[in-house]
């Protein structure tokens, strides 16, 4: 959240309102840029209408990539490079191969997931995060807008809006 | 959305009901199973059954398949003789297929007690809008029992090596060192011991426990909670035991030289899986005829991944079990998967490749996505292949060692598989008209009926 980003925040102090408030500002045709809660509340991404994640289908790319590697890796090992006979199998057994190639899989899955998640969220080390509201790490919802997305309703109106729906207090940053 | 719905037990009472036409029609699917049932049996005493039948290349095309497994056993040093291969006689089939059925068909009505004794035992909220579903299964067990225990008492010897005259009696042409000495746990008193007995517990707790739940319908509280939960609890330390014991009885000892250290869990995987699938299957059923409202996609995106998750648990132990014999190589281990995958003339050859498809690729495929899981018409499909695969899953356990290349796809199999579904569906049906299809004062209903995920 850059600092040159008009932000119009709508503080709530109970998660059944903020989630209410939620449609409520959405009928009055403004657009919601997020929703920071302390904990998650069920419901709310879908109220706010966000997009579901990408993340399994990253998952399921990364769970092939490491099934490849890892076949590749073993039967570059113990095909070409230097033939082996282990408890009379072929060179190319595959049923041994399965727990290595699983194990593989998973491996690529997790640590792929994880770095795609950070990557996508603005997670790496030294990273100051921007947080609208201190609050939000605490007791409060705070229910940010974007005033430049918002070109149709005026910021009073949707200061307005934020009150009627039940904020406690209404900040612009 | 939460909040929003307010839920009031008291109009949620909703009573299945089992209509004349639908008892018309299980009936005329369970004649259907009996006419092709007499059929078949007619054209097995014929010597030709129908379908992939290959019993007519007789015992030329058995020993050949025989002796192309043996020659893998570079040791040789144990002398595999199936029970099929000295004492076979074409009413076999039928015992090897009522059996088939009952240790099938006695899974699943188990494991509906298992699921709701887990959820108790969890105390899981979510599903309490569906476990009158899954409580229901058991009844069945009245059924499988006696079936059990009469083909145990007239026809055991055709279906274990070890009731075979003699194998246990030094000096005995039939005598067979290693089945004497598995004597101690392998004998006919124990083994009734252990059915009667496990089954009186289970019918016990079962009946406790539907009692307990029928009784929260009208008293509510708390207190029946803590109670079911109790009794969840002795059930599953039951079912612990039990579950791996019977393994051994009903399937493992069949093959009874072979052993493995996996085969409690396996079967119990390939049992919870399939109960799994009849479990969701029949909740879709009941939704399509309009009941179950309240059991909306995320429930089921529930169910599907547990179906999803238990059917790569069984091909992990599946996998597992065969991983470890395959690579020490042992002949008296590894003579299992010869017979099935080359022994006999090769006829569990396909039976085999068949049920690893559709126990694991076609479930991990098919379920993979959200959607899917939450979509009715794939989980209705899953689940059903997922119950198919499991009966080829228990095909391939217990024909080769009671049957060996006499087995086959045929009336026989598709009459009695009809003949035990269609009773089933009956017993599960009626047994469900006797309670409200929600439990209306559990005390996690509201949890459940909010359930979002």
Redesign the interface.
């Known amino acids: 959240m850059s600092s040159t980003t008009n932000y119009i925040l709508g503080v709530y102090d109970d998660e059944d309102e903020v989630l209410h408030a939620v449609s409520e500002v959405k009928s009055k045709g403004i657009k919601i840029e997020d929703v920071f809660t302390p904990f998650p509340i069920h419901g709310l991404d879908r109220a706010v209408g966000h997009e579901r994640t990408r993340l399994p289908i990253a998952a399921f790319m990364f769970g092939v990539l490491g099934l490849t590697c890892a076949l590749s890796l073993i039967s570059y090992t113990m095909v070409f490079d230097w033939p082996m006979i282990i408890g009379g199998k072929d060179f190319f057994a595959l049923p041994n191969w399965i727990p290595v190639t699983f194990e593989g899989t998973v491996l690529f899955t997790a640590f792929g997931l994880v770095i795609t998640f950070c990557i996508s969220n603005n997670l790496y080390p030294g990273n100051q995060p921007d947080l609208l509201d201190l609050r939000i790490t605490d007791d409060k919802f705070v229910m940010a807008i974007n005033v430049d997305k918002n070109k149709k309703v005026s910021a009073d109106d949707i200061k307005k809006a934020l009150k009627d729906s039940g904020a406690i207090e209404v900040n612009v940053k | 959305?939460?909040?929003h719905s307010h839920f009031s037990p008291a109009n949620v009472e909703e009573h299945f009901e089992f209509t004349s036409e639908g008892k018309k029609r299980v009936i005329y699917a369970f004649i259907a199973g009996v006419v092709a049932l007499v059929l078949g049996i007619y054209l097995l005493s014929k010597g030709e059954a129908g379908g992939h039948e290959v019993a007519n290349a007789g015992h030329e095309a058995v020993k050949a398949g025989h002796e192309a497994a043996s020659e893998h056993l570079s040791g040789g040093a144990v002398s595999h003789q199936p029970a099929a291969e000295e004492h076979y006689d074409w009413t076999n089939r039928i015992w090897a297929n009522v059996w088939l059925n009952a240790v099938f068909f006695t899974g699943i009505a188990i494991i509906g007690m298992f699921f709701v004794s887990l959820q108790y035992l969890t105390k899981s909220g979510w599903s309490s809008v569906m476990k009158r579903v899954p409580e229901a299964f058991p009844k069945f067990l009245y059924i499988t029992l006696p079936i059990l225990l009469l083909v145990f008492f007239f026809k055991g010897d055709a279906i274990f090596h070890w009731m075979h005259h003699g194998v246990t009696e030094v000096g005995n042409e039939n005598y067979d060192k290693i089945i004497a000495g598995k004597s101690g746990y392998l004998n006919k008193t124990f083994f009734l011991v252990r059915l009667v007995g496990f089954f009186a517990l289970w019918i016990g707790l079962w009946t406790v426990l539907r009692k307990k739940s029928l009784e929260e319908d009208l008293i509510g509280g708390t207190d029946l909670f803590t109670q079911l939960v109790r009794i969840s609890t002795a059930f599953i330390v039951v079912f612990g035991a039990s579950s791996s014991m019977f393994a051994w009885d009903w399937v493992m000892s069949i093959d009874t030289h072979w052993f493995s250290t996996m085969f409690g869990w396996y079967m119990f995987s390939s049992w919870h899986v399939t109960g799994l699938a009849v479990i969701t299957l029949t909740i879709l059923l009941l939704k399509d005829k309009g009941y179950m409202a309240y059991v909306n996609e995320n429930h089921l995106h529930d169910l599907g991944k547990l179906m999803f998750a238990f059917s790569i648990f069984w091909t992990y132990v599946w996998?597992e079990q065969?991983?470890l014999i395959?690579?020490?190589?042992m002949p008296e281990e590894i003579i299992y998967f010869l017979e099935r995958w080359e022994g006999h003339n090769k006829i569990y050859k396909t039976s085999e490749i068949l049920m690893v498809f559709l126990n694991f690729f076609f479930p991990f495929l098919v379920l993979?996505?959200?959607d899917a899981k939450r979509t009715r018409i794939f989980l209705k499909i899953a689940a059903f292949f997922i119950i198919v695969g499991h009966y080829i899953d228990f095909y391939q356990m217990i024909m080769p060692g009671v049957l060996g290349g006499h087995a086959g796809y045929g009336l026989v199999e598709f009459g009695m598989v009809t003949v035990f579904a269609s009773a089933f569906i009956y017993i599960v049906s009626d047994e469900l008209t006797k309670a409200s299809l929600i439990a209306k004062n559990h005390p996690f209903l509201p949890e459940a009926v909010?359930h979002?995920i």
């Open positions: 959305m939460a909040g996998f065969f991983l395959y690579y020490a190589n993979m996505t959200r909010h979002d």
